[in-house]
């Protein structure tokens, strides 16, 4: 009997193996750069944070490099992606 897959393994199906911020090539989780983590490990990202009342639930889930996940600080997860991409001035 197999396993279902993980929810990293389901988001980076769904996403395409890219951040939802960025829309940069996540690479995976042990990634190491300079003995640090990668900016672009990817990292899972709860969309409303938790503590603005998010849950745990796969819905409120989503795939982020390191450096965006630890970016975004207290923005509202589509405001940040508008302004990563370009849409909106910091």
């Not at 989780?29 to 969309?47: G, Y």
């Not at 965006?68 to 600080?73: I, Q, S, Y």
Request: net charge positive.
């Amino acid at each position: 009997m197999t396993q279902p897959p993980g929810i990293r393994t389901i988001l980076a199906a769904k996403q395409g193996g890219r951040c939802c911020y960025c829309g940069d090539r996540l690479l995976s989780t042990t990634a190491r750069w300079k003995k640090a983590i990668h900016p672009k490990a990817q990292t899972i990202e709860h969309l409303q944070r938790k503590a603005d009342g998010g849950s745990g639930h796969p819905d409120n889930k989503a795939l982020a490099c390191h450096e965006c996940n630890n970016g975004r600080g207290s923005i509202d997860w589509l405001t940040y992606k508008s302004i990563k991409m370009g849409e909106l001035a910091a």
